[in-house]
């Protein structure tokens, strides 16, 4: 069963320090990796977005890392800033039986919140 | 700045009422996806359009849910009739499919509350 399961459900951390947050997956047959961005009442932002190939994929604080074989991926958010305080949700797809479709599975997210 | 712009932001309504929610893609994208965010279940696909053409429609309750392109600047999700579980945040994105991995650009969302 294709499933997605975020680590930790919730987490707080002081501004200015780092953090981690986890994703495994079990979704076959794996087409990419997006990290997302929520804050409260807005849409989902696009972080990264990793394929099979890549390992680790930065953007500004945002480092994502993809280990294919052991079906995990990690986000380490550096030198944490008050506005960092949203939901991140790991989000894979895969490929479908027929032609030129995707099935995109979603994690429940985890929840950051950062004090200053 | 172009955006993936939804409307209405808020519905409330009653059950049984129909409910249509708009989406206008960014410009020049070719895919078109509905979600829908609740606490209990989080974001799900509901359905998505390639070149106006829907491509997967398996994550939409079928009786009662129905989405269409009319063009290529309109995306419409139709629920009819609503029930009360289907209150939830529904969410439009958009993207330029030139591969396996590009971006989808969210909209605000329509905030819908069925009593």
């Known amino acids: 069963k294709n499933q997605v399961e975020q680590s930790p459900q919730s987490l707080i951390i002081l501004e200015g320090k780092n953090c981690t947050l986890q994703c495994n997956y079990t979704v076959s047959p794996f087409s990419n990796l997006r990290w997302y961005k929520q804050d409260t009442g807005r849409g989902p932002v696009s972080l990264t977005i990793m394929t099979f190939s890549e390992n680790t994929k930065s953007n500004g604080r945002y480092t994502a890392t993809l280990d294919a074989d052991t079906k995990q991926s990690s986000l380490h958010i550096t030198a944490s800033q008050l506005s960092d305080s949203a939901s991140y949700i790991c989000?894979?797809?895969?490929?479908?039986?027929?032609?030129?479709?995707?099935?995109?599975?979603f994690g429940t997210g985890t929840r950051l919140k950062v004090l200053a | 700045d172009a955006r993936v712009t939804q409307t209405p932001r808020h519905k409330v309504t009653e059950m049984g009422q129909e409910v249509t929610m708009r989406c206008q893609p960014i410009?020049?994208?070719?895919?078109v996806f509905w979600y829908r965010q609740t606490m209990m279940q989080g974001l799900e696909l509901l359905a998505y359009f390639r070149n106006r053409a829907p491509l997967d429609d398996s994550g939409m309750p079928k009786d009662r849910f129905s989405a269409e392109m009319p063009d290529a600047t309109l995306a419409t999700l139709k629920i009819q009739p609503s029930e009360p579980r289907d209150s939830a945040v529904y969410f439009c994105?958009?993207?330029?499919?030139?591969?396996?991995?590009?971006?989808?650009?969210f909209g605000p969302g329509t905030r819908l509350t069925v009593t």
């Open positions: 989000v894979v797809s895969a490929r479908t039986t027929y032609s030129g479709t995707y099935k995109y599975i």
């Open positions: 410009l020049g994208h070719n895919t």
């Open positions: 994105a958009s993207g330029l499919e030139t591969g396996t991995s590009y971006e989808q650009y």
